[in-house]
């Protein structure tokens, strides 16, 4: 299920300081992915037991004559009229603005539900002042400071009253399908990847429009392969400003990747990897999902003797540190190998649910441990006497020692690694947790 908070308000409300303090709390935001351009981050929150998206946008300046600023003021529109929730910031200690004011007429309008977050009330006498945001006419109002915390839980205890229960989102798919989310920038070819996949050959048997206003899920049932596709692509806005359309089709994935258990990664071959690519795919892999990468257009590329295995190589370098991903060179015109790419979609899918039996688990994984130790820290040798797999939608694994908050990073490292020597994981993040035995 896919809900998004986005936070918005005139420049330095303080929207950046709530993003980041939930940040740093790591209470609320449990991974953050930069946006890539100017003043905007995206992230991934969890509150309370409740998992939502949440972006930061830049400053909102209606009417203005900076380029910047106008660039701004789109991407605020696109984030209302994208997001679930709306968190609307104002400044305590400058009081209510004209850009407030706009801000809140455009609010208003949207029929979203907001809650104003008045910032910056660390004293009594502030309190007090606050007061005169009730003039707004916004039903719910919260006296926060970014700076210290206070308000924030009541804040965020409201918003997430709005995230709908599992039950009120059914699908309308049967349950076991697997979700293939087709992701990546505007023109990469996603639209004529699923036109390739499932269009000519007439094999669309339903076309439902998803949760989300203008995901399409279409449901592929041929050959014996049965899945359903979702697909960003073709959502465009009528703009002829790129940067809008970036910000757009980053939002569009978003909500895709919620909803598929495996993320296709279409990338031009021409064009290689960008920092929006990794961006999406960072964020892929955050939320647990699997991942095959497509290079689209390998029929335009020249070619000598190694340029797919040097091309592969520097792609790996680039998605490191988890990288253990299929990786195919596909063209969609000449139809290259893309049922190929759905292939190892199905495959990565069933690496996602694969269930490791205990005995064999320990088996394995107390030899790995017993050749290579984990190191001593503050004279304390650490012992690994147990190991098992949680029961989570992402191949998660629990190891039982003595001091658990004492292993560090590489030595987790070399046990995840094991675990994809020994059992097949490929295309899917692997979490590794260390309790108490």
């Given amino acids: 299920m896919s809900f998004t908070i986005a936070i918005t308000g005139r420049p330095n409300v303080g929207k950046s300081t709530f993003f980041n303090r939930m940040l740093e709390q790591r209470k609320a935001i449990v991974d953050n992915v930069s946006g890539v351009t ?19 946008t830049g400053g909102f300046v209606p009417q203005s004559e900076d380029v910047f600023e106008r660039e701004i003021a789109k991407q605020v529109n696109i984030a209302i009229t994208e997001a679930n929730l709306i968190i609307f910031m104002v400044d305590a200690s400058t009081g209510i603005t004209n850009l407030d004011e706009s801000m809140a007429d455009l609010l208003r309008r949207s029929q979203k539900p907001v809650l104003l977050a008045v910032n910056k009330v660390d004293n009594h006498a502030r309190l007090l002042e606050a007061s005169e945001f009730y003039s707004l006419g916004f039903e719910h109002i919260f006296f926060i400071s970014s700076n210290s915390g206070s308000g924030t839980g009541e804040l965020l205890d409201e918003a997430i009253i709005h995230i709908p229960g599992d039950d009120e989102h059914s699908a ?30 007439r094999t669309i048997v339903s076309e439902i429009a998803g949760t989300t206003r203008d995901t399409i899920h279409t449901h592929y049932n041929q050959f014996n392969k049965e899945f359903i596709l979702i697909d960003t692509a073709g959502i465009r806005r009528k703009s002829k400003v790129h940067e809008d359309l970036e910000f757009y089709s980053v939002i569009r994935a978003i909500k895709a990747i919620d909803e598929a258990d495996v993320c296709m990664l279409l990338l031009d071959a021409e064009k290689g990897i960008t920092a929006q690519d990794l961006a999406i795919y960072s964020l892929a892999v955050s939320k647990g999902k699997g991942i095959v990468v497509l290079v689209n257009k390998w029929d335009l590329i ?16 680039r998605l490191a540190p988890f990288n253990d991903v299929p990786i195919l060179f596909i063209s969609v015109i000449e139809k290259q190998r893309i049922f190929k790419g759905i ?27 017993e050749q290579y130790h984990p190191p001593v820290v503050r004279g304390n040798a650490i012992k690994i006497k147990f190991v098992t797999q949680l029961p989570t939608h992402t191949p998660s694994f629990a190891f039982f020692c003595n001091y658990p908050d004492d292993v560090k990073t590489p030595y987790r490292n070399y046990l995840e690694n094991k675990l994809r020597e020994n059992f097949n994981f490929r295309g899917v993040p692997v979490r590794v947790f260390f309790r108490k035995k």
């Fill in 172 to 201: 309308p798919f049967p349950e076991g399908i697997p979700k293939f989310a087709i992701i990546g920038q505007p023109n990469v070819g996603k639209s004529s990847l699923l036109n390739a996949l499932v269009g000519q050959e």
């Fill in 38 to 56: 100017r003043d905007r981050q995206y992230g991934v929150a969890e509150w309370a037991g409740k998992t939502f998206n949440i972006i930061d």
């Fill in 302 to 317: 020249e070619k000598e003797t190694n340029t797919a295995r040097d091309y592969e190589a520097e792609l790996r370098k």
């Fill in 343 to 369: 292939e190892e979609a199905i495959s990565v899918f069933e690496n996602k649910f694969r269930k490791v039996p205990t005995s064999k688990l320990n088996d394995v994984m107390l030899k790995a441990i």
